[in-house]
């Protein structure tokens, strides 16, 4: 089964940084991974993500301060918050299109979330 797993969400102050991990597992070949953000009462809305040749794609809100990175080897990718804005404060959940091999079809994940507050 495949699992998406989160890390590195807390609390910050404003102007300051968090590198947020995802780790995905299972029979599985990534096509692309990458971070949406929610907070109560909108919609989710796409961060960055990054395909398996190494594009990637940037909300205009976080472009010049967040960076995407993947490490293909362990099946991970890394989302580099810098110059963190109160506006930031949502929970960020990593997601994957991956081919199931389990399943033997293309298959899109979530992760639980992990939660990034931007505070003084």
């Known amino acids: 089964q495949v699992q998406l797993v989160e890390s590195g969400g807390g609390l910050v102050q404003p102007g300051g940084s968090l590198r947020l991990s995802c780790a995905a597992s299972g029979r599985l070949r990534i096509n692309a991974m990458g971070w949406y953000r929610q907070v109560p009462g909108k919609e989710r809305e796409l961060v960055a993500n990054?395909?398996?040749?190494?594009?990637?794609n940037y909300a205009d809100s976080v472009k010049g301060r967040f960076t995407i990175s993947r490490d293909n080897a362990k099946n991970t990718v890394y989302l580099q918050m810098n110059n963190l804005k109160p506006e930031d404060t949502a929970i960020y959940y990593c997601?994957?299109?991956?081919?199931?091999?389990?399943?033997?079809?293309?298959?899109?994940?979530w992760g639980k979330g992990t939660l990034v507050t931007v505070s003084s």
């Open positions: 997601n994957a299109d991956v081919w199931d091999w389990n399943l033997d079809r293309a298959m899109n994940y």
């Open positions: 990054i395909r398996s040749a190494g594009s990637t």
